[in-house]
């Protein structure tokens, strides 16, 4: 029985998917030669205003609304002053006490069952540049740091869960859900391995019963969803060995080592103050209408707890299916274009999650990227359903489906690959192996029985596979018995 509870609050912070920067014009696109996104707004050049990119507003309005939050009516932007090369102004441009969505929610299904996890806050920053140090793999050993500021100004929102979070599990399914509710509304690709969606993890433990919190710490930059559930695992069993030593945690940032599965100390936190906001005197303050937030929600594509409830509601699916079809929005989105019209949409479901998805996990795809469109795999369980081919046999044809894109019919046809549900034929095929295994079938007769299945693997082998399986054994012991 554990002795502490887990308190754990997560900050995500998202990168927008907007063709330009914040303030000004450059592309925010990843990547590019060092320092070709730049201009003198993203610079920090002396002089050089900065104008609020108006996409970046409404994808935070639409992330705040798809949080179920409020959107403020009256919202601004601050400085938050801090030196590090990266940072050419000497602040970066965020929200400080008036974020433009408070109080919002989302619920995550763990092995405990359903829970609901409040979101604190919503507010748009600039991302800073990118230091790149040289001669080491980090900057402890580099001998000197390389700055490129094309990150410098992408739009980000950051994400404030309240700390309602209790267990390393939650802590991965609420970054789950948050990942999996801003890609579906288009506001963030959500690329973790590229940083475009970057958490930081503020853990503490109290003993049970007590209420007020205890001391923090914060992992820092965690970069996948495994990384988010291993510090949290990390950090309670290092702060409960602390706490039952009768020593105290400090109040700190950490890093997390991967290859070592341990969080390491890297500065002492700061606090708000330590960051002077104030609000920045060349932005005007935000006045959102309630029509523009209304228009904006209305707009909200199918969220993924909406996708959920028709797939296991609307379609009939079981409730893991619908929640691992949803957890991908591309699978979710073949699969919605691959079951229009089917009756059979479980088996689709099948299909997807198994053979598709372990060729896809082999060959290291995205389901975009294969070469068989949706309405081919519905055919090709119509084929099975109509007992034209055989399970066994779809997945040869599968196989050829992803790689050539041809219909399964086609592929079919062009093979002689149809079901054999002919009786005398198979009678046929039948009496030619007893012929050839007379010993076989002396056993048998002599009470034997379990060599009919040796019989009926010869008979299924010299169709090729395509022999009604049920059918094939059924004739078999009719043939045995005469
Ligand atoms: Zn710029």
Wanted: with cysteine; proline share 5%.
């Amino acid at each position: 029985m554990a002795k502490y509870e887990v308190v754990v609050g997560i900050e995500v912070h998202a990168e927008l998917l907007t063709e330009t920067k914040i303030f000004c014009g450059c592309p925010a696109k990843f990547g590019g030669e060092p320092n070709t996104h730049v201009c003198p707004v993203c610079l920090g050049l002396p002089g050089a205003l900065p104008v609020l990119n108006e996409r970046v507003l409404e994808f935070a309005i639409r992330a705040g609304v798809a949080l179920n939050g409020h959107i403020a009516e009256r919202s601004k932007f601050d400085r938050k002053n801090y030196f590090y090369p990266d940072l050419p102004k000497g602040y970066q441009i965020s929200q400080y006490d008036q974020p433009i969505m408070e109080r919002g929610w989302i619920d995550i299904s763990t092995s405990e069952g359903s829970k609901r996890i409040g979101v604190h806050r919503l507010h748009m920053e600039e991302d800073a540049g990118k230091l790149v140090h040289q001669g080491a793999a980090g900057l402890a050993g580099a001998t000197h740091s390389l700055v490129d500021l094309n990150r410098a100004g992408v739009p980000l929102v950051e994400i404030v869960s309240e700390p309602e979070i209790s267990s390393p599990e939650e802590a991965r399914r609420y970054v789950e859900e948050l990942r999996n509710i801003l890609v579906t509304i288009g506001v963030t690709d959500g690329k973790m391995e590229e940083g475009s969606l970057r958490c930081d993890v503020n853990l503490s433990l109290r003993p049970f019963g007590q209420s007020e919190l205890g001391t923090k710490t914060e992992v820092k930059n965690l970069n996948s969803f495994r990384a988010v559930q291993k510090a949290c695992e990390y950090e309670i069993q290092r702060q409960t060995e602390l706490l039952d030593a009768g020593a105290k945690v400090s109040q700190e940032s950490r890093l997390w080592n991967e290859e070592r599965g341990v969080t390491m100390l890297m500065r002492s936190k700061e606090e708000a103050h330590d960051y002077r906001y104030f609000p920045d005197p060349d932005l005007v303050p935000l006045a959102v209408s309630r029509d523009v937030v209304e228009s904006i929600r209305k707009q909200l594509p199918e969220l993924p707890a909406e996708r959920r409830a028709r797939y296991t509601e609307g379609v009939g699916l079981p409730a893991y299916d619908a929640g691992v079809l949803t957890d991908n929005l591309e699978l979710a989105l073949y699969f919605d274009r691959a079951i229009e019209g089917s009756g059979n949409p479980k088996a689709i479901a099948n299909w997807l999650m198994g053979d598709v998805a372990a060729i896809l996990n082999r060959e290291g795809k995205g389901i975009g990227e294969l070469a068989m469109r949706p309405e081919q795999l519905r055919k090709l369980v119509e084929l099975i359903d109509a007992d034209v081919i055989s399970g066994k046999i779809a997945k040869a044809v599968l196989g050829e489906m992803l790689t050539t894109g041809q219909d399964a019919e086609r592929i079919v046809a062009d093979r002689g690959l149809s079901q054999l549900t002919n009786e005398d034929e198979l009678r046929v095929v039948i009496r030619g192996i007893l012929e050839q295994n007379p010993s076989q079938v002396a056993d048998y007769r002599a009470g034997k029985t379990k060599v009919v299945g040796f019989l009926v693997g010869q008979a299924m082998k010299a169709t090729g596979g395509r022999a009604k399986p049920d059918m094939l054994n059924r004739l078999m012991t009719s043939e045995l018995a005469d």
